[in-house]
T-cell receptor
Framework: DTGVSQDPRHKITKRGQNVTFRCDPI?????LYWYRQTLGQGPEFLTY????????KSRLLSDRFSAERPKGSFSTLEIQRTEQGDSAMYLC???????????FGPGTRLTVL | AQSVTQLDSQVPVFEEAPVELRCNYS??????LFWYVQYPNQGLQLLLK??????LVKGINGFEAEFNKSQTSFHLRKPSVHISDTAEYFC??????????FGTGTRLQVFP
């Protein structure tokens, strides 16, 4: 069990560019969650998947954000036309369907200049 | 709607002293309660959780928390802290193993 991994760990981009983050959950975990954490705040829920189905999206997830989990394994989070307000830590977590504990990855820190 | 309030943004304490980090929640339905710890530049690690049963929950690293339904609280305690406990602590609530709703966090700073 290697834990949840995220790539990249850090991303610096210019305003208006598109970025994509990847999350690899713990193997055989059916549920995968994305959260966003800004400085001095707790993580905020963005969206989650059960297998390949996206079951819920937060209203924080504007049209510029899209998430996929095509084969029910890894997931990607894409932000189009980035804005400075998108600068944050993006956290991924996974859990087995029948359990309640979410295991978090180390996060991807996005800085939009 | 569910919400979580962590009343203290920072808690300074000397090593080997006891500490309590406060957490109150608001929910119209039964919830599950969690405490996570975040060390600098790392992800969140689960300390402990309350699902049902005994209201006193013991977790890792000597931490424990008590669920108080009447006061809608889930305060985290440790009888004697170490320098290595310096970190950010987050209380969270979820309903039916769904998304987590986090508080704003409490920074525990342990001084020698």
């Amino acid at each position: 069990d290697t834990g949840v991994s995220q790539d990249p760990r850090h991303k610096i981009t210019k305003r208006g560019q598109n970025v994509t983050f990847r999350c690899d959950p713990i193997s055989e975990h059916n549920r995968l969650y994305w959260y966003r954490q800004t400085l001095g705040q707790g993580p905020e829920f963005l969206t989650y998947f059960q297998n390949e189905a996206q079951l819920e999206k937060s209203r924080l997830l504007s049209d510029r954000f899209s998430a996929e989990r095509p084969k029910g394994s890894f997931s990607t989070l894409e932000i189009q036309r980035t804005e400075q307000g998108d600068s944050a830590m993006y956290l991924c977590a996974s859990s087995p369907y029948y359990q309640d504990t979410q295991y978090f990855g180390p996060g991807t820190r996005l800085t939009v200049l | 709607a569910q919400s979580v309030t962590q009343l203290d943004s920072q808690v300074p304490v000397f090593e080997e002293a006891p500490v309590e980090l406060r957490c109150n929640y608001s929910s119209s339905v039964s919830v599950y309660l969690f405490w996570y710890v975040q060390y600098p530049n790392q992800g969140l690690q689960l300390l402990l959780k309350y699902l049902s049963g005994s209201t006193l929950v013991k977790g890792i690293n000597g931490f424990e928390a008590e669920f108080n339904k009447s006061q809608t609280s889930f305060h985290l305690r440790k009888p004697s802290v170490h320098i290595s406990d310096t970190a950010e602590y987050f209380c969270a609530v979820s309903y039916n193993t769904d998304k987590l709703i986090f508080g704003t966090g409490t920074r525990l700073q342990v001084f020698p």
